[in-house]
């Protein structure tokens, strides 16, 4: 494999503690320590750019197998590039669902095959998502899998989210939870409050997600198991993780860029692309989130990277899917929302994408730049101004509700396992 060396970059590197000006050489798909006296095969030029380990998204919905004209595994591997994503967990909510070990090794395969960003399964929780029995978690994990939920769904039984929790300690992987208490929100489309009530659409109350949240930190608490809630949405939501953490509770807790950059008012236009799974929420809500981040109560940003297809998003919006495409835009939302604001720094922020999100999913030799790391590299250029078009977004779907929307910040070069995969500007790059 060719030896690279990115020059000149401001190198930041949370697993490090570090912050500063330097090269990162690579050779052999590994962070070097240095050139070893002889010259790069390749340089990248990364003056005036921040060169950081690969960014990792641990909540990516691929759709396949099943649902392949939202998405596939190599289209949605190739839209991460263009995020700047090196590596994606993939939510188990497939036809037919990631319960087995063979669904698990299929997606790990498919990923290989596409020699685009890592793409890890998340196994699911029950048999079939149905929430009755319990998933075997063993064979998922000799498939490949990373962590376990039955995303797109709660697990609404509290004794087998107990049996979960309690079970996934032999492998000490994570449960990551869609917290949401389902007979709370039967019918709805949207954040249950003055906007619902002014548009006269179903609404969605927050109670639905805090009771759910409050419930498995308890669960947590006594089984001394992982969990993670996941795209966490509300004010009270947060105030119980924080909680719970001083209790030294196991929990973590994630934030997606639609949650602390838009409200519930947006669905006055009746766009379906503003329609997700949590709700947008109120104005509150979204200070709540970017508080919690700001004080580490939720250590990790992603996407809920969730594809429809146009004709799908196309339907009324009390039938249209909940979810949007996110990979191509957490970086830039994270810049023009969190950083350029002041609520988070750049070494804070891509903590909460590369090291954290590596140490949620047990993966070792992922987000850091330490030498003998796996060579997967995020050069970003922080300053680059640039308008969101989704007709030229890579995901198969392009259901943004950032269309048309002026932002900062995008992935210049991208590297996994020591190999360039995406160069902005490059032949390859159609965003």
Sequence with gaps: MPTIQITGGRVIDPSRDLDATGDVWIRDGKIAPDGGGEPADTV?????LIVAPGLIDVHVHLREPGQEEDETIATGAAAALAGGVTTVACMPNTLPPIDTQAAAEFVVLQGQRARQANVYPVGCVSKGREGKEMA???????????????????????????RALEYSKMFNLVIMQHCQVMELTDGGVMNEGFESTRLG?????????????????????????????????????????????????????E?????????????????????????????EDVAAVIEGLKDDTIEILCTDHAPHAREKKMRELDHAPFGIVGLE??????????????????????????????????????????PGADADVTVIDPALAWTVEAARLRSKSKNTPYDGWRVRGRAHTVIVGGEIRYALGGADDVA
């Design 44 to 48: 990248v030029d990364a003056r005036g």
């Design 136 to 162: 075997t978690l063993g064979q998922l994990v000799a498939g490949g899998a990373v962590a376990f939920t039955d995303d797109g769904a709660p697990v609404s039984n509290a004794g087998l989210m107990r």
């Design 201 to 253: 659409l179903g609404g969605m109350p927050a109670a639905a997600e805090d009771i759910m949240v409050a419930r498995d930190i308890r669960l947590a608490e006594i089984t001394g198991g992982r969990l993670h809630v996941q795209h966490i949405s509300t004010a009270r939501a947060v105030e119980l993780v924080r909680e719970g953490k001083k209790r030294g509770i196991r929990v973590t807790a």
């Design 255 to 283: 934030a997606c860029p639609h949650h602390f950059s838009l409200t519930d008012d947006r669905l006055r236009t009746f766009d379906s692309n503003f329609k997700m799974n949590p709700p947008l929420r109120t104005a």
């Design 329 to 370: 835009t957490l970086l830039p939302i994270t810049v023009t929302h969190l950083i350029e604001p002041g609520h988070l720094t750049w070494p804070q922020a891509i903590r909460k994408l590369t090291i954290n999100a590596a140490n949620l999913l047990n993966l070792p030799r992922k987000g850091t730049l330490r």
